[in-house]
């Protein structure tokens, strides 16, 4: 059977990027990190994702140097990418290079803004999700109607323009609207990815089809839901796991995949990281039934409260949002 981990997909920009990657949102004890990185390389991941948010890049740092140490692979042969938050609007740089001292790396090969909103950070990007006495988010810009987020895109733009930490730039969390938004102000480096929820509960077709009409790849995050692994459950991914004699994560990934896209798992069982990495070659009509999952009964899991005004659809608690995809 076909790997995962063998599949790339080409990006606008030329370059490629490994339709399967290694989530590294932290378990509880985020230093588990280091031995989950190591043990998905070994098993022949090619792709690993972080941001400074997570506070794991510190373990994934000590992991790939054991990895480079040993020789068990060399920097060029992986694909790394990081994410700028954002309370560290105003200043990517400073957050990349933090990532970067982390991760023991010189450079990255994709520098993500990880919403695109401004939250009220200091010089350090803290607090993180710095609030006001009544608890709601302190912004330094409406989240609706507010260009702050076109900033840190810019500076991001001169990062890669003007030195070599960076390979790639692109966005994650970006509803229609926003790329709407963003996408006419790009001065000369148009993000070649944004990374969303996406599974068979939250397909997303329309924000797929506009990502696809401007040559951006769709990444997947929480492929298989939040805590629970909620979407493994679902009826049609249970039976499609018994037709092709594989894992039900193996349908939720080759459903990302076989669809031109990239998919973040993530777990902290080791044994699970090494063998959910064949790629079942689902058929045309299983895969639109996947998507009907969604379209009848779609569900989001992951609702943070930074994510209110983008214009996501089924987001819980979401008041602010006028316009959606």
Known sequence: ?????????????????????????????????????????????RHIDTAWYYGTEKYIGQALKELFDEGVIKREDLFVTTKVWPSFWHSPEKSLDKSLEDLGLDYVDLFMQHWPVALHGDENGLPPAPKHDDGSLWYDDDPVTGTKFIETYHKMEDIIDKTSKVKSIGVSNYSIPKLKQLLPKVRKYAPVVNQIELHPQLPQLELVDYCKSKGIVVVAYSPVGSNGAPVLKVPLIQELAKKYDVTTN?????????????????????????????????????????????????KRYICDSWGYGLGFRYWEGDTLSTEFD
């Open 1 to 45: 059977m076909q790997l995962a981990t063998k599949v790339d997909l080409k990006l606008s920009n030329g370059k490629s990027i490994p339709a399967l990657g290694l989530g590294t949102v932290p378990p509880e004890d985020p230093s588990e990190l280091k031995q989950q990185v190591i043990t998905a390389i070994k098993a022949g991941y």
């Open 250 to 298: 193996e349908i939720t990934n080759a459903y990302h995949v076989l669809n031109g896209r990239g998919v973040l798992p993530r777990s902290s069982n080791l044994e699970r990281i090494k063998t959910i990495i064949r790629l079942p070659q689902l058929s045309e009509d299983d895969l639109k039934k996947l998507d009907q999952v969604g379209l009848q009964n779609p």
